[in-house]
């Protein structure tokens, strides 16, 4: 039977009551880097004129570079488009323009003209004041995404079936694991090849350190219960985490060549390959492996610290900066009533997968799949049926269509990444603006800290450094403090504080 997709669906007749008087507007934005879509006849837009009668002109960009420039082009000469679409517009550049006119303030506009969006900000006040500015204005609308990515954890389940392990659930059991996918051939070659835990840098092992009790952003701070902005590398725990991860290194635990590689050096295309990776890190198997090669594995569910189970919130659910109007738009309502559809669930779903019954099936177990046939029109579920899947789009990504998609291994990923959503903890408030010169202040000193910290997790996991001699632990704190440390806590504490009161 179809499964049945709740939908708020204030906009519908809006939509017909506004076909007759639609128009044609002209829209400029960035696609992606890797995009093959083109604008002019990507169904998508078909679809939404269909759907709104509402049609546009476009200009349209896949190379960041050459966006950038036409953005600061046009917005410098006043020859505007009248909307921005997949803008990837900074906070900075929403600022600007919007002070100076050239982009229109939303906000007003938005509980007439786009009640499915409006519901949505209502029901979660902290998503509109993600995309407020400073002075109360909204100049771009988001690309809004439950299903946040994650750098997650993967292990290979066929190795665990093959040795008859358990899922390692601590980092105690983790260790164990990886110890016997080191000793036990496991890929079952003659040779012991395999690699326990594959990693890239240490933006990828700091992951690791929720087993410890820890999550930081990219900054390495956090905020603790009591609404103190802590750095990770100050914690007690943190030492004891540099020191696991030494000793995994020290054992061929870790990738001889995690500190040194790129994942297109990683990455595996022929589905002949022996397989040599017990565990690495990524927001699905599939960044590094064929399809085929990713069945094997699964998702680890973050490991225990004192009966505690923590994992760090990435990127959040807002994505800023999609789809702004500008001050050439002589009928912004009618836009709005445009992108409002991709906010519903229905509306969100065909710009995936487009018409029910014409382009995809509801099958008989719930699942959905393409009406034609994969191998024969590859080429057109590509790039011809949505643009959904490069750039920042205005949307409600439609969680649950997408994880009822009738390909086992592709469902079963995201399934787990639903999962993997209980566990979350943001460490840090997403969404704050800083000025000119706060960034001129803190830019920095965050250059500065980063490299250092990175740097010094290196060092220490190499043994560079000796994690037990208190001559080198101390000499890295001081380190911390002759880059200015404390004012950079200082700094995002003023923030932390102002976030609080908004």
């Known amino acids: 039977m179809r499964k049945k997709i709740t939908v708020i669906c204030l906009a519908a ?97 938005l509980p007439e003209n786009a009640p499915n969006l409006w519901a949505l900000l209502e029901a979660n006040p902290e998503w509109l004041a993600a995309i407020t500015l400073p002075g109360g204005k909204v100049a771009a609308l988001p690309a809004i995404n439950t299903l946040s990515s994650q750098n997650a954890m993967w292990i290979n389940q066929t190795w665990l079936d093959t040795l008859g392990l358990e899922m390692p659930t601590d980092f105690e059991s983790l260790l164990s694991v990886l110890q016997a996918f080191q000793t036990k051939d496991p890929n079952q070659n003659g040779k012991q090849d395999e690699i326990p835990l594959s990693f890239l840098g240490p933006w990828d092992l700091k992951f690791l350190s929720h087993a410890f009790g820890l999550v930081s952003n990219d900054y390495n701070i956090y905020a603790d219960e009591a609404g103190q902005v802590q ?43 022996t397989l040599t990776y017990g565990m690495f890190f990524g927001p699905n198997p599939y960044n590094l492996l064929t399809v085929s090669l990713g069945e094997q594995y699964t998702m680890v569910e973050p490991l225990s610290y004192q009966g505690k189970q923590i994992y760090r919130d990435l990127f959040g659910p807002i994505t800023t900066g999609t789809f702004a109007i500008t001050s050439a738009c002589q009928n912004p309502e009618e836009v709005l009533r445009w992108v409002d559809t991709l906010y519903t669930a229905d509306g969100a779903a065909e710009a995936i997968a487009g018409v029910e019954g014409t382009d995809f099936l509801w099958n008989d177990d719930g699942t959905w799949s393409y009406a034609t046939d994969l191998e024969d029109n590859s080429s057109f579920i590509l790039y011809d049926l949505s643009i959904y899947d490069t750039g920042n789009m205005p949307w409600m990504f439609p969680v649950d269509f997408y994880a009822s998609y009738d390909i086992d291994s ?15 903890v943001e460490p840090f408030p997403y969404y704050y603006v800083l000025s000119s010169d706060q960034h001129d202040f803190i830019d920095p000193l965050q250059l500065q800290l980063g490299q250092y910290v990175d740097e010094s997790i290196a060092k220490f996991v190499l043994g560079e450094l000796d994690i037990h001699a208190q001559e080198d632990i101390d000499a890295f704190y001081a380190g911390l403090q002759e880059r200015g440390l404390d004012k950079f806590i200082s700094f995002w504490q003023e923030i932390y504080d102002q976030q609080r009161i908004r």
């Open 13 to 109: 007749l809006l939509f017909v009551t506004q076909a007759a008087s639609a128009s044609t507007f002209t829209m400029a934005g960035y696609d992606g880097e890797d995009s093959s879509h083109v604008w002019d006849d990507n169904q998508f837009f078909t679809r939404m004129t269909e759907n709104t009668g509402t049609s546009f002109q476009f200009s349209e960009y896949t190379d960041p570079a050459k966006w950038q420039e036409a953005k600061d082009e046009m917005f410098a000469s006043g020859d505007l488009p009248d909307v921005l679409f997949k803008a990837a517009l900074s906070v900075e550049e929403q600022i600007q323009y919007s002070d100076e006119g050239l982009l229109i303030d939303l906000l007003p506009l």
């Open 231 to 273: 750095f990770l590398p100050m914690q007690a725990e943190y030492m004891d985490f540099l020191e696991a991860l030494a000793a995994m290194y020290e054992q061929g635990l870790l990738d001889e060549n995690g500190f040194s590689t790129a994942d297109t050096l990683r990455t595996i295309t022929d589905d002949d390959t």
């Open 410 to 424: 592709l469902r079963s990923v995201t399934e787990s990444l639903v999962d993997l959503q209980a566990w979350l």
